[in-house]
Nanobody
């Protein structure tokens, strides 16, 4: 079992930055691929970024490439999503997810992940 707790959400103006954190407890987080998803009102939850257990592979949805950076600190059992140049369309509840995985695998679908956090709200005003 893994428990995930997100933090760092908030309200910013367009062009601003936020850093989301996802702290994992329970089994060692280094055994899991980690992902961030987001869900805006009336929309489906979508993949934003994911990082492999080994930190070798990182993937981003096209709309955030060049603006968001995903990293992990396995010693702290924490993953970070640095979000720069935020846009109003980035407004959503952001969820952290974990999947027990091999070293290189990065799932990109909701159904592939085993554990989820409670979500943190990100609001970007124009």
């Amino acid at each position: 079992q893994v428990q995930l707790v997100e933090s760092g959400g908030g309200m910013v103006q367009a062009g601003g930055s936020l850093r989301l954190s996802c702290a994992a407890s329970g089994r060692t987080a280094s055994m899991y691929s980690m992902g961030w998803f987001r869900q805006a009102p009336g929309k489906e939850r979508e993949f934003v970024a994911g990082i492999s257990r080994s930190d070798i592979n990182t993937y981003y949805v096209d709309s955030v490439k060049g603006r968001f950076t995903l990293s992990r600190d396995n010693a702290k059992n924490t993953v970070y999503l640095q979000m720069n140049s935020l846009k109003p369309e980035d407004t959503a509840v952001y969820y952290c997810a974990a999947k027990f995985s091999t070293n290189y695998y990065v799932p990109k679908t909701v159904g592939a992940y085993d554990y989820w956090g409670q979500g943190t709200q990100v609001t970007v005003s124009s």
